[in-house]
């Protein structure tokens, strides 16, 4: 790990975009260790019986049909920024054509989460003359491709298992994929005083469930893909269907943002997560209780540097999204059992609104399982 190197790689960003990618991910590797995949045979072996396991009991358990993907990754941590690079430039790609584009050459500081904030490099801000123009926008690429080369690190570092339906991917019909980060299940095992090989099956449990929902869903994909691309589009034009909208140097109209797109994925997120959290409590095969307290502890535990960091990438937002997400499914398990909760893949109109997700029965009423 070579902050400095990490520091000087960005310092380096070039290009027409308002992200250096390539830099990004070289300053991320560069400040994170990749870890050991280092295998034994029984380590090997382990995935494949967790994740064979797990597709057996959640058929059996959930009542729904679905496979997994073929693609089966045990990663290092350069590995998983090597996958995601891509997702990450994928959802830019249009705030960046806003922003280097028809817009007069904004050019803004992008937050971890995407958003676009502090535009710089407009003409309302700037001098005339190109020459500082340029030099603004080199100043924000490298302010952007700091916090990418930033998110693409920590969470390298935290990421257990991902499941990756490959949302926004030049190639939609390629196969999904199912990672996991071994160095990091190996670190969080030893962490939290529990059995690798346990912990290691209990994580392979929880991303097989999202393959379980995605598998279930096949119209899921192109559901949230479609949000997203809505939300974005928001960003980009500021919400102003007339096209009189626009970027600008004094910031995006938030309150003449599209939120719908946004709500909406939301809400299908945390049923996704809250799915995930009841059926696998119900499908794993062994004593769950300490990992789920252990876990969930970690969630919200960490020095301040970590919360911090949480909260810069709305991995708060996540955790209420789990918790959420998981007390309706309580709720609607207890009430009509866990064939009648897979009821909400069968179609996009039996998601959860926001509202029904603080209110079960009403769901109940609605889509009646």
Known sequence: ??????????????????????RAAAA????????????????????????????????????IE?????????QNRHHWIDAS??????????IEAAATGDDGGVSGSVDTTGGIVEPTGGPADLPTGDLTQGFARDLSRVANTGSMAFALGFLARNVLGQYDPLLLADEPDADHGLYFVHPNIVAVAASLDVDFPRFRRWIAFHEVTH??????????????????????????DGG???????????????????????????????????????????????????????????????????RLARRLLGLGLKRRQ?????????????ARGI??????????ENLPTRAELDDPAAWLVRVDP
């Open 322 to 334: 789990y918790e959420q997400g998981a007390a309706f499914f309580r709720e609607v398990v207890d």
């Open 1 to 22: 790990m070579d902050i400095l190197r990490s520091l000087r790689t960005v310092s380096e960003a070039s290009g027409p975009g308002i992200v250096d990618w390539d």
């Open 339 to 348: 064939e009648a909760a897979g009821a909400v893949w069968e179609r996009p």
């Open 28 to 63: 991320a590797k560069a400040s994170t260790d990749p870890g050991s995949v280092a295998l034994t045979d029984a380590e090997r072996a382990g995935y494949a019986t967790d994740v064979r396991d797990a597709r057996s009991r959640l058929r059996e358990v959930a009542g």
């Open 85 to 94: 690079v891509d997702t990450f430039r994928n959802v830019m790609a249009p």
């Open 211 to 236: 393959a379980a929902e995605f598998g279930a869903a096949p119209w899921l994909p192109e559901y949230l893909e479609s949000r997203v691309e809505r939300g974005i589009e928001g960003l980009t």
């Open 240 to 306: 102003d269907s007339t096209g009189s909208g626009g970027l600008t140097a004094g910031g995006l109209p938030v309150d003449a943002l599209d939120t719908e797109p946004f709500a909406e994925l939301q809400a299908a997120m945390t049923a996704v997560e809250g799915y995930a959290e009841v059926l696998m409590d119900r499908a794993f095969d062994g004593e769950y209780a300490d990992l789920r307290r252990k876990l969930d502890e970690r969630r919200g535990g960490g020095g301040p540097v970590q």
């Open 66 to 74: 679905f496979d997994v993907p073929d693609a089966i990754e045990v």
